[in-house]
């Protein structure tokens, strides 16, 4: 646990000090749970997305994308279940006066026990060696058992007060669980109360009527709204998608672990529409097609993990995370969820249009089904931070910190270096500089020695240095030096655009 949260400590440190997150307003101090990107983060940012839209938007002849507004008709958050529903149930320790979510507090507790579990499964794989059976062990061991009921007990009194929003129910099972304030150390706790997460705001200047608003606590419902408008202009046949990226605000009650849970973030989601019956055919699809997607930036299958939900939305009918290996643990990274038809039909009721689709070969008018898919933009960019970051001991002894981020989504492509900054080499590397930024995110550099201005590059996750010294005012060659292997080689400046390129495919 410490080394991990070591991890996520120098992700932070390593993300401020090379520009690629920052506090947001840090003099003065900073503002909880909104983060800036730098830099190299915006461009990180900004491939990870064309990764996502391309390979939705462009590899599909049936989805279409969509750039909503983020203010929205207030009605559309009740035809949502939003201002209902949205809430998470808070309490307050009267000693530390700090603020939980009641349902984490318990959560946090089961995994305390899951951890008990697999504490005796480690000491029984040493006692046993090799004939250890641990299938056979998790079966039948007493004290694995108990633990595993006391689990299950747990699950089914949490979700099903939630479920019924029994809030004096959950405060009773913190209660019974002896849980304590992680900061005070009490169980002098508050009543559970529920808490909405969405942020509201005022429309209209103050002599008009004002009119209550929010932000968006999720890009789907601009989705939702213009299904219409879409389908009819796009001409658009059952099954399609639409997609979308974007900002949405959720006043997280407890916002911490860097940029995996923020008040301010980003979105990329898409909805497919299909036909009554078909969503479960079209649910598996998506997970196969979305776990490709991850997989397709490199970064092995081993750090990711399926998680079926426990407890459905009251409109879902299958519902599904990717979670990913974060410094923290595996923990959601995106979301596939059968929605049905409830959010069309919602809309339907509550704005009396009739939001249906005809199809022509049933011959008949139903309201869509919805399967979507919901990732975090920026729990992503978080994911490639943590498989990227290295840390290498060289043979000569020495240290780097290397970015191995995926080339194609690596922020700086390439760095023109001279060697020195006389001979006419910068005229010469900045002849190179403006022959390859036509086609790619380049880098120029002529201070400090080669061997620093490597690091910082390798830091950064720049997967090619471009270095120029005297011989190539002779030959027209450069020596280039490739990021993980750093091994450098002679090439002829006509061979660069296409070496590079290479890489990135
Ligand atoms: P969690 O259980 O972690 O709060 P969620 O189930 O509420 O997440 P969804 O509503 O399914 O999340 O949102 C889809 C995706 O949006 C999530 O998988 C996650 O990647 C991202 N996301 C949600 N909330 C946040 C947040 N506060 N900060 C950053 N990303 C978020």
Redesign the pocket.
């Known amino acids: 646990m410490a080394n991990n949260e070591d991890k996520l400590k120098k992700i932070v440190a390593h993300a401020k000090e090379y520009g690629f997150v920052f506090q947001s307003s840090e003099i003065y101090d900073g503002l909880a ?1 909104a983060y800036d990107y730098g830099q190299y983060g915006v461009e990180l940012k900004n491939n990870i997305k064309n990764y996502w839209w391309r390979s939705m938007v462009q590899f599909h002849e049936n989805i279409v994308g969509l750039d909503a507004a983020i203010f929205m008709h207030p009605t559309t958050w009740k035809a949502s279940g939003h201002v209902d529903a949205f809430n998470d149930p808070m309490i307050d320790n009267k000693d530390s006066k700090k603020r939980y979510r009641a349902d984490v507090l318990v959560e946090d507790y089961l995994l305390k026990v899951e951890a008990k579990i697999k504490k005796e499964v480690t000491k029984a794989a040493k006692r046993f060696g090799d004939s250890f059976d641990e299938e056979q062990f998790l079966n039948t061991n007493p004290r694995v058992l108990a633990n595993k009921a006391k689990m299950e007990d747990i699950k089914k009194r949490l979700y099903s007060a939630m479920e019924d929003e029994r809030l004096s129910d959950i405060k009773a099972l913190i209660e019974d669980l002896a849980i304590v304030c992680p900061v005070s150390g009490s169980r002098n706790w508050t009543d559970v109360g529920q808490f909405n997460l969405m942020f509201s705001t005022e429309m209209g200047s103050l002599s008009e009527s004002a009119g209550k608003i929010y932000l968006r ?2 890009t789907a419902q601009g989705i939702f709204v213009n299904y219409l408008n879409v389908q009819k202009t796009g001409r658009m046949k059952i099954p399609f998608g639409i997609a979308q990226i974007g900002k ?1 605000f ?1 006043n ?1 009650i407890v ?1 911490r672990q860097f ?5 301010e ?3 990329m ?1 898409m909805q497919f529409f299909v036909r009554p019956g078909e969503e479960l055919k079209w649910f598996e699809y998506w997970k196969e097609q979305r776990l490709k997607w991850h997989l397709g930036m490199g970064i092995p299958e081993s750090e990711y993990r399926f998680h079926e939900h426990d407890k459905l939305a009251h409109y879902a009918n299958a519902a599904f ?2 979670e990913f290996n974060f410094p923290m643990g595996f ?5 596939i ?1 059968s929605r049905t038809d409830f959010d069309l039909k919602s809309h339907m009721e509550h704005s009396g249009k009739k939001i249906m689709y005809f199809d022509p070969e049933l011959n008949e008018s139903y309201v869509p089904y919805v399967v979507e898919t ?7 960019f978080l994911a490639v931070l943590t498989y990227a970051f290295t840390e290498e001991k060289l043979e000569d002894g020495s240290e780097r910190v290397v970015m191995k981020i995926p080339p194609f989504l690596a922020p700086v492509k390439a760095a023109v270096l001279p060697l020195v900054k006389k001979d006419g080499l910068p005229e010469k590397a900045m002849g190179i500089f403006d022959i390859l930024k036509k086609d790619f995110m380049c880098f120029y550099e002529e201070k400090d020695s080669i061997g620093k201005r490597y690091r910082r590059q390798d830091a950064i996750g720049t997967p090619y240095c471009i270095t120029v010294d005297h011989q190539t005012a002779e030959d027209n060659t450069v020596t280039l030096r490739e990021r993980d292997s750093m091994k450098q080689e002679r090439v002829d400046i006509a061979k660069l655009p296409e070496i590079i390129a290479k890489k990135l495919k």
């Open positions: 749970a606590p999720e949405a959720r997280e916002a940029i995996f849970r923020m008040r973030f980003e979105q989601e995370d990717i923990k959601e990274l995106e979301g969820h919901s990732i975090g933009l920026d729990r992503t």
